[in-house]
């Protein structure tokens, strides 16, 4: 059984002006992202900087996250690292808080061969009992899985169900589902390739654009796998040009400023990310009129 299916939203860390985490708006974006249909909690991922948030801010916000949101859909808890102890101790704390499942990151910066990729992931998912959905994107990280060793983990250790798969390379993601029979839980890590992965036999994304439109990216995935394939495919297509403004920069720092240019105040982005430059986000403001976004 998938951990869910359709349209999980990696959600935006809210951050108050002095840059700590704004928890009052947290669980009010939550609420919002409930009431617009979203499958699905994706938190402390890369679009929640997970990279800036210190390990006590990091299962904070999981277990706040999933306190508020109290089995009303499934929470996914982000809890890689380069480290393999850190992500050991991280994954347990958010089995232990009642998770529903774990997103993994492939291992940045000191990277790893692809039997150390094996070793990393067996070893963490070892050590819980929730399902675990590893991350493929080696354009943050520096490190790709192969085909063959995604296919690996998935047939070989019990409770990694699934990938986040954010390479961009269409013919991994077929390749992945060959090896595999299709017998894994296949999700898009790019807005622009939601259909496409579908198409192979995904079920779902895990989606930036679901922070300011989670009724519309649910319903691309939902139209799909109810088989109204036409209108998924049109839905994916009239939201490109949003999507390409909302990637303009280095994500999450356009979503963000969508997010505040709609009035959400969710505040400021942690250095080493800085705010939009105003061209991009004139832009951005344009893309999102014309998608028929409300702003402030």
């Not at 029979?181 to 807005?191: H, L, P, T």
């Not at 796998?225 to 994916?236: K, P, Y």
């Amino acid at each position: 059984m998938a951990i869910f299916k359709g349209a999980g939203v990696a959600i935006i860390t809210p951050m108050k002006d002095n840059y700590e985490v704004n928890y009052d708006k947290l669980d009010e974006i939550l609420e919002e992202q409930i009431a617009g249909g979203t499958d699905a909690v994706v938190i402390c991922g890369t679009t929640g900087e997970s990279a800036t948030l210190s390990e006590a801010e990091h299962m904070e916000a999981i277990r706040f996250t999933i306190e508020r949101v109290n089995h009303r859909i499934p929470v996914v808890a982000g809890t890689g690292s380069n480290c393999t102890a850190t992500a050991v101790q991280m994954s347990k704390e958010a089995d232990e808080a009642g998770a529903d499942g774990i997103l993994l990151v492939t291992p940045y910066y000191n990277k790893g061969t692809q039997n150390g990729l094996i070793a990393h992931f067996s070893k963490i998912a070892g050590e819980v009992k929730i399902p675990a959905i590893m991350y493929n994107i080696p354009s943050r990280t520096g490190v790709g899985m192969t085909p063959e060793t995604i296919a690996h983990l998935v047939n070989n250790v019990e409770n990694i169900v699934g990938v986040k798969e954010a390479s961009g390379n269409i013919s991994h993601v077929a390749e992945v589902m060959n090896l595999c029979d299709g017998n894994i839980d296949m999700y898009s890590g790019n807005d622009d390739q939601i259909v496409p992965l579908l198409s192979l036999g995904g079920i779902g994304v895990i989606s930036v654009l679901s922070n300011v439109a989670p009724a519309y990216t649910h319903d691309i995935v939902a139209k799909y796998l109810e088989g109204n394939v036409a209108e998924s495919r049109d839905l994916q297509l009239r939201a490109i040009p949003l999507i390409k403004a909302l990637f303009s920069e280095v994500n999450p720092i356009p979503v963000k400023a969508a997010m505040n240019l709609m009035g959400k105040a969710v505040g400021p982005v942690r250095l080493p990310l800085t705010e939009m430059e105003e061209a991009h986000k004139a832009a951005l403001a344009e893309e999102m009129k014309k998608f028929g976004l409300k702003l402030a």
